[in-house]
């Protein structure tokens, strides 16, 4: 009798633990991309309206019309980890168990540009870059969320004025090669490892995923009449028409997003103000069931610039931002085309705006010119 009691308390504790401990966390869930921009981290990621740069293909093809140079990105590498990689970096051991991993994300970012040129008329860019997303929830039955992939793409695009040059119109696309996983599962699965013919396979290595996918991205500008100094322009942009789909790689849905910037020069200083709404149609799953919008989604970004240089780039720039619920900040220094880019954000990673924070840092070198 003892034993069918230890039994039947034994069921219901593992039962209990794993639907208690582990669903809520399912539920949590941060935004999926191609590629993000440094500069655009550090405001908070406010750049549907702003994107004038080597990265606007990634964020709306009619900023095409907003520059004013020949830009040529021959080269540039970026890094982006997050918090607790770092303190797993850096702490005696060197070693972490999957106990005190619960709760915490492994995050490393890579990604590479390999060359870019972007006009007033067109733009194209070959890009590359990595990721490892890693996350153990539950400590006493881990539940693993894994994500990593290795991807090479190339983007292009086109844009066109019309209205007395007030309204920009662009058109984009993307082709992406992925190769990797994007997967959840117990470690203790019993079924994770099955034998098959003298052979030993894994469930991991059968989601495992090599895959190319392709999508349109359109975008739009209207530009005010200048008000104080200030030239005021509201964008909209539709990301990854009919979404990119990896299959076992993952998938990059399509987005809707709308921004409004003003931007204005005083005293030898170019200053930059914008918001952005991101994913209107909701395709990421960021807002909580019965509200309409999230604060998550929500961008706020500044830049102030000095000495603007033969590529369009400043000198010097500061950025700061609020990325949904949490502040961003971001500087970078242009010396003859070497270019350095900083960016301390965070991003949410739990199921609401405010729950669950992943401190992150960025950094980048580029050589442009």
Same mark, same amino acid.
């Given at each position: 009798?003892?034993?069918?009691?230890?039994?039947?308390?034994?069921?219901?504790?593992?039962?209990? =633990?794993?639907? /208690?401990?582990?669903?809520?966390? $399912?539920?949590?869930?941060?935004?999926?991309?191609?590629?993000?921009?440094?500069?655009?981290?550090?405001?908070?990621?406010?750049?549907?309206?702003?994107?004038?740069?080597?990265?606007?293909?990634?964020?709306?093809?009619?900023?095409?019309?907003?520059?004013?140079?020949?830009?040529?990105?021959?080269?540039?590498?970026?890094?982006?980890?997050?918090?607790?990689?770092?303190?797993?970096?850096?702490?005696?051991?060197?070693?972490?168990?999957?106990?005190?991993?619960?709760?915490?994300?492994?995050?490393?970012?890579?990604?590479?540009?390999?060359?870019?040129?972007?006009?007033?008329?067109?733009?194209?860019?070959?890009?590359?870059?990595?990721?490892? #997303?890693?996350?153990?929830?539950?400590?006493?039955?881990? %539940?693993?969320?894994?994500?990593? %992939?290795?991807?090479?793409?190339?983007?292009?695009?086109?844009?066109?004025?019309?209205? #007395?040059?007030?309204? #920009?119109?662009?058109?984009?696309?993307? $082709?992406?090669?992925?190769?990797?996983? @994007?997967?959840?599962?117990?470690?203790?699965?019993?079924?994770?490892?099955? /034998?098959?013919?003298?052979?030993?396979?894994?469930?991991?290595?059968?989601?495992?995923?090599?895959?190319?996918?392709?999508?349109? @991205?359109?975008?739009?500008?209207?530009?005010?009449?200048?008000?104080?100094?200030?030239?005021?322009?509201?964008?909209?942009?539709?990301?990854?028409?009919?979404?990119?789909?990896?299959?076992?790689?993952?998938?990059?849905?399509?987005?809707?997003?709308?921004?409004?910037?003003?931007?204005?020069?005083?005293?030898?200083?170019?200053?930059?103000?914008?918001?952005?709404?991101?994913?209107?149609?909701?395709?990421?799953?960021?807002?909580?069931?019965?509200?309409?919008?999230?604060?998550?989604?929500?961008?706020?970004?500044?830049?102030?610039?000095?000495?603007?240089?033969?590529?369009?780039?400043?000198?010097?720039?500061?950025?700061?931002?609020?990325?949904?619920?949490?502040?961003?900040?971001?500087?970078?220094?242009?010396?003859?085309?070497?270019?350095?880019?900083?960016?301390?954000? =965070?991003?949410?990673?739990?199921?609401?705006?405010?729950?669950?924070?992943?401190?992150?840092?960025?950094?980048?070198?580029?050589?442009?010119?």
């Amino acid at each position: 009798m003892r034993a069918v009691f230890l039994r039947v308390f034994l069921f219901l504790s593992v039962f209990t =633990s794993i639907v /208690i401990l582990s669903a809520p966390l $399912l539920q949590a869930v941060e935004p999926v991309f191609v590629r993000e921009s440094l500069r655009a981290r550090g405001m908070g990621n406010a750049f549907t309206a702003t994107a004038n740069d080597e990265m606007l293909l990634f964020y709306n093809p009619a900023g095409l019309r907003s520059v004013s140079y020949n830009i040529y990105e021959v080269v540039g590498f970026n890094f982006t980890t997050n918090q607790s990689t770092q303190d797993l970096g850096n702490s005696s051991s060197g070693s972490a168990t999957l106990g005190n991993l619960a709760g915490k994300k492994i995050y490393a970012e890579v990604n590479l540009g390999i060359l870019s040129h972007i006009n007033s008329r067109f733009g194209w860019s070959l890009f590359s870059g990595g990721l490892l #997303d890693i996350q153990v929830r539950n400590p006493v039955f881990p %539940y693993l969320e894994l994500k990593s %992939y290795l991807q090479t793409g190339i983007a292009g695009g086109m844009a066109w004025s019309f209205m #007395d040059y007030q309204l #920009d119109v662009g058109l984009g696309a993307k $082709l992406i090669q992925r190769a990797g996983i @994007d997967t959840k599962f117990h470690v203790f699965d019993e079924a994770i490892i099955e /034998i098959q013919e003298e052979s030993k396979t894994t469930k991991l290595e059968k989601k495992f995923s090599n895959k190319a996918a392709v999508a349109p @991205d359109l975008g739009a500008i209207y530009h005010f009449d200048s008000v104080h100094n200030m030239e005021p322009k509201v964008a909209v942009s539709l990301q990854n028409i009919g979404g990119l789909d990896f299959e076992g790689a993952g998938k990059v849905p399509m987005t809707m997003n709308i921004g409004v910037s003003t931007e204005s020069e005083v005293g030898g200083f170019d200053f930059i103000m914008a918001a952005d709404y991101r994913d209107l149609s909701n395709s990421q799953n960021l807002v909580s069931e019965g509200n309409i919008i999230t604060t998550r989604n929500l961008k706020l970004g500044a830049e102030m610039g000095w000495n603007r240089l033969f590529n369009g780039h400043h000198l010097f720039s500061l950025r700061a931002g609020r990325n949904g619920p949490y502040n961003s900040v971001g500087w970078s220094a242009n010396l003859f085309g070497f270019k350095i880019d900083f960016a301390k954000y =965070s991003q949410e990673i739990g199921g609401y705006g405010g729950e669950l924070e992943d401190k992150r840092t960025s950094i980048q070198v580029s050589l442009i010119f």
